[in-house]
């Protein structure tokens, strides 16, 4: 779990947390102290990033921050879930409507539910955005 909080705190990949990666994970956590010290406390190197190696460290050293970032990692995989579950309704939605165009000779009946489920999708469509929108705070 450690390596996947370390992955999602180092937003550009570079296998290393910069002061601003690691400001807007503290911030998301609700830490409003200077960022500056923490980079300081665990940059053991002095290259004033922190790698792999000094983040274990640093984490270890601390069970708050250890707590924290376990804490942080579930709420990046509830998201997760919560887009594939809207992902996989909205595909349903999507063949409800081709049924329908198939099967129904009514066409009243067919523009009624075609709206209804083009009403719920777009629903979905909100609200996969604002999913997105909380999970880009919360991995960077």
């Not at 990033?49 to 509830?78: C, M, R, T």
């Not at 489920?117 to 996969?128: D, N, P, V």
Request: net charge negative; proline share 1%.
């Amino acid at each position: 779990v450690i390596v996947d909080v370390f992955q999602r705190w180092d937003t550009n990949n570079d296998g290393l947390i910069s002061n601003n990666e690691l400001r807007a994970v503290m911030s998301l956590l609700g830490f409003d102290g200077n960022v500056n010290d923490l980079v300081r406390a665990a940059d053991v190197n002095g290259d004033g990033k922190i790698s792999y190696d000094e983040f274990v460290d640093w984490l270890q050293a601390d069970p708050n921050l250890l707590e924290s970032a376990f804490l942080f990692h579930a709420k990046g995989l509830k998201v997760d879930d919560k887009l594939a579950e809207l992902n996989a309704r909205t595909d349903k939605i999507m063949l409800e409507i081709s049924e329908l165009k198939s099967r129904c000779e009514d066409p009243d009946l067919v523009d009624r539910m075609r709206n209804k489920l083009r009403s719920e999708l777009g629903r979905k469509k909100r609200e996969t955005k604002l999913l997105e929108e909380a999970k880009k705070h919360i991995t960077g």
